[in-house]
């Protein structure tokens, strides 16, 4: 059984067609990668996933649970965590802080103990988000503000916020954007890492050089419709994806 | 130079309650972006609640006091249900009208329910004045000091380093990001709303037993000052309305001590007058929207 599966998801905006008859199933413990010219719809296949904006028709399954509407903590709680295309933390947060308080709202959620529910959390709370912080590389700057960060490290602390809810299913939603080539091995890196730990990861990107190194199957989106499916080998050879990105190859459109 | 240091003295320990009453605005205001109209009203109510189990039971001081914040913590949960929870996805101005129409039904209610307007409301001490040097204290002053002081640092440990602060200040920044890091956005408004009022009704009782009396037209005080205490410290900064309410305090002292009573509250819309030409942003708020700026730039 697929951990995410989509049946024919569909997102009218008004007239536009966001998202039209999706199918896709993506299985666990894979790096699955959604890609497609701009404006294609992964953002709003992102968006519909976790329930941000309402599902026209089709259906949503995560481990074979209806998820189709649900609100976003719902998603959540469910094991559903995203990044943004737009970096959004918490700027007043210190870094640790940003880590914690998306850390506390699932861990304790059904904590019976209510200083623990709502003042200080759990000593493991604690202890996971130091590790959190030592897997993305931001242990030294812990008790920074996270408007603070540098571009690079307000991308690695939102994968790790992400992570601190402890997902299943991670969706990334163009987490290398505005990175350079350094920082795009490094989180090709982390991407294998978690992979290895047992995670699953939907990678929404358009920086080819990680899409292509890092994910085991590849999705292609054109005009809210899939065009193509497969091997990543396979989807740079698909003439239908070469016509989509402009009549060009693949690497040369985003080059 | 005795009566000006007197008359500051004065006005720091009256501005204490000033701030707390603005820190329960600006909590509401920081969190929801939106004003609450009737949060005077409701502390108002609750004040009316310790005058009822003052004469119904002659209860003490401390008595009363818990009567006055339960009955505001209840009152504003009544708010938060009736122009925010319902309105939350709506516009603001549509919370802000209804919790004016509240304003105007807690009011009615009040006067329907204690037909004289005025009524005695019992001192939290009877002490004499405290000597010090050339300077003397009021005791009620001195405990409403006191007790707005360590409100104050509970406040700021609470939002510093409890799991509930940090979700109110995450909510506050950006609710959106924090309702996908799974925070129940809809719990940390209500307790918002739960702690401001709690503020409110110990300003309340401060404000109100340093009187020793009240009357329904205290709601509508009790707005007013938190507003233009708010609004001079700048809006949504809480060591702005901590600031806007001395400020308050003391302007509003010196002036009954040269001008006369009379001119007390005339001055304090004269120094926000002044604000709003010269610094409308308030003493932080300029500060907190640098920053804001800033923070959304990097974001």
């Keep these: 059984m697929p951990i995410l599966e989509l049946t024919t998801l569909t997102k009218h905006f008004g007239g536009v067609h966001a998202v039209d008859e999706l199918d896709l199933a993506v299985e666990e413990g894979e790096i699955f990668g959604l890609i497609g010219p701009n404006g294609s719809g992964k953002s709003t296949t992102v968006n519909l996933i976790c329930g941000v904006v309402s599902v026209t028709a089709g259906r949503v399954a995560f481990e074979g649970r209806d998820i189709t509407g649900s609100a976003p903590h719902r998603v959540l709680a469910a094991g559903v965590a995203r990044t943004f295309q737009n970096i959004r933390l918490f700027g007043h947060l210190t870094v640790w802080q940003n880590l914690w308080v998306a850390q506390n709202s699932v861990e304790d959620r059904r904590s019976e103990n209510f200083a623990k529910r709502w003042f200080f959390g759990s000593g493991a709370t604690r202890d996971a988000v130091d590790q959190q912080l030592e897997f ?73 050089e990680l899409v292509m190194g890092v994910t085991d199957r590849i999705a292609v989106l054109n005009f809210g419709r899939k065009i193509a499916e497969g091997l990543p080998a396979a989807i740079q050879e698909d003439p239908a994806v070469q016509q989509a990105y402009l009549g060009g190859g693949v690497e040369t459109a985003h080059a | 130079m005795v009566d000006f240091i007197q008359n500051c003295l004065d006005g720091i320990m009256l501005g204490s309650s000033y701030a707390l009453l603005a820190i329960g605005f600006t909590l509401i205001f920081g969190v929801m972006r939106r004003l609450n109209l009737s949060y005077g ?159 409110g009704g110990v300003a309340a009782y401060l404000i109100v037993s340093a009187d020793g009396q009240i009357t329904p037209l205290f709601g509508l005080w009790a707005t007013f000052k938190g507003l233009i205490a708010m609004m001079l410290g700048g809006m949504g900064s809480i060591p702005g309305a901590i600031l806007g309410g001395l400020l308050l305090g003391v302007v509003e002292a010196q002036s009954i001590w040269y001008l006369g009573t009379e001119y007390r509250d005339l001055s304090a819309y004269f120094l926000l007058f002044l604000f709003l030409v010269f610094r409308p942003g308030g003493l932080m708020g300029q500060l907190a929207v640098e920053r804001e700026l800033a923070a959304t730039r990097r974001v």
């Design chain 1, 136 to 208: 993305a590389g931001l242990a030294g700057k812990r008790n920074e503000l996270a408007a603070n960060l540098a571009f690079g490290e307000q991308r690695r602390l939102e994968l790790a916020r992400a992570l601190a809810t402890k997902p299943r299913l991670l969706l990334l939603d163009e987490p290398a954007a505005g990175m350079n080539l350094e920082e795009v091995h490094a989180l090709d890196g982390r991407l294998r890492a978690l992979q290895q730990a047992g995670m699953t990861i939907v990678l929404v990107e358009h920086v080819m």
């Design chain 2, 41 to 199: 009203p409701s502390i108002m109510v609750g004040a009316f609640v310790g005058t009822l189990v003052y004469l119904e039971f002659k209860a003490n001081a401390v008595a009363i006091a818990a009567a006055t914040v339960v009955g505001a913590v209840i009152v504003g949960i009544y708010v938060e249900r009736l122009c925010f929870r319902a309105i939350r996805r709506g516009a603001a101005v549509a919370s802000m009208v209804s919790s004016f129409v509240i304003w105007m039904q807690l009011e009615e209610i009040v006067t329907v329910v204690f037909p004289d307007r005025t009524y005695f409301f019992p001192p939290m001490v009877t002490a004499d004045p405290i000597d010090l040097g050339p300077f003397f204290f009021k005791v009620e002053n001195i405990v409403m000091f006191a007790v707005a002081a360590v409100m104050t640092v509970l406040l700021h440990w609470l939002l510093q380093y409890t799991r509930f602060g940090l979700a109110l200040r995450a909510v506050s920044e950006n609710p959106r990001a924090a309702l996908f890091m799974g925070i129940n956005v809809g719990a940390v408004m209500f307790l918002a709303f739960v702690i401001a009022s709690a503020f």
